[in-house]
């Protein structure tokens, strides 16, 4: 069979690809709640999706997309909870770490280049293929990564 | 641009076992929930068609049999009566076997001759009429974020522009419309041409800026280039 049949198979979607949609959930939006809303609207899409996918890869490019644009329309739309009530707080185990690391610096970067750079500098994804996954040029991949570092240099020589 | 202990540390993030509850368990219960129809909705939208265009037809073979045979019946005994050669024997007997296929609607001057009656065959059911061509329009939608100057205007080769404006609950739509700031926009066309290239313009005071609409046919989808 020469063509990766697309199964349905929610449970094993959710098992390959689950951990780095949530990581990316939770670059853009900054909390587990809404990370957790986020991935589990791009699962029902998926579930609602008609055609098959022509490769696993194509599969998890779509999957990185649609959780972007769901990201980027909570984050446009304001639906992203502006307080967490104080019984949930404690659920948030790895959140209170992680905002001291990196999420400082990726809240630095807007929304548009914060995928980009996700996606290079900490997932290793290279140009070529964010661009594919994003369908964008080559060169404006690297735009926006440019973008995304200048912001942050810009960020942090302010600090300084 | 990040230290290792940051890309462990973003690495070290992984979903919570309730979210995997939550999706799998729903799509689960879905499953179950669904009743037997529904999810055999092709299948029963089969067996409607075959019930409404073949069974009425059959029924009307089974009665053009009996009829036509019953009249040749009569037929054969005259040309018994009227001709007693045994070589008539043989004509006879394929206007038997012809008979069964003829309708009932074929002329009484016909079957009185003994000449073989082609009989007019229905139409199979994979031969049924079916209207040709069928147009299906499908209207397809296209999400743009686009970051806009002052006063952008934003326009498009084909299709609709849809911008929902929410503080003033507004919605616009047109070929051509204005926007300034991070704007989020739909662009739906109808049908969209695999083979065609669609264009969006973004005019500022100062720059213009191009996007171009396409089948990647790498991926089976349209997407949208800058």
Redesign the interface.
Known sequence: MSFFHHSKD??SA?DNY??L???LA??YLGN?FDA?DA??ET?VRY?GRL?DF?SEE?EK?WLIRVLT?VS??ML??RKVRAYIPLEEVN?SV?EK??EE??FD?LSEISP?NRGV?ILH??EGYSVKEIA?IF???ES?VKMRLMRG?DE?KTHLDKED | ??SE???N????????VS??E???TS?KTETKVKPFFSRNIATLAACLIIAICIIPQMDIIKKGNESGVAEEKTVTVKKEREIVDASFAEPIREEKEISAKVSPSVPEEIKTENEPVMARSLPEPGEMPIEENPTVTEKISF?V?L?CGENSKISVSEGTLYLYL?EAGTKISGSEISATG?T?LVWEIETPDKTKIYEMKMLTEETEKKYELKY?S????Q????
């Open positions: 929610i449970t959710y689950a951990d949609l949530y990581r939770f670059s587990d957790g991935v589990s699962f579930l055609s022509i194509h490019a644009n980027l329309d446009k739309h659920l790895h770490e992680f690391s990196v610096k548009k750079i500098y900490l594919k369908g964008l040029k404006a570092r942050l | 641009m990040f202990k940051e890309k540390a973003y690495k070290e993030i992984k979903a919570p979210l995997r939550k999706i799998v799509e999400p974020n970051n929410p991070d989020w990647d790498s991926w089976h989808l997407q949208i280039t800058e």
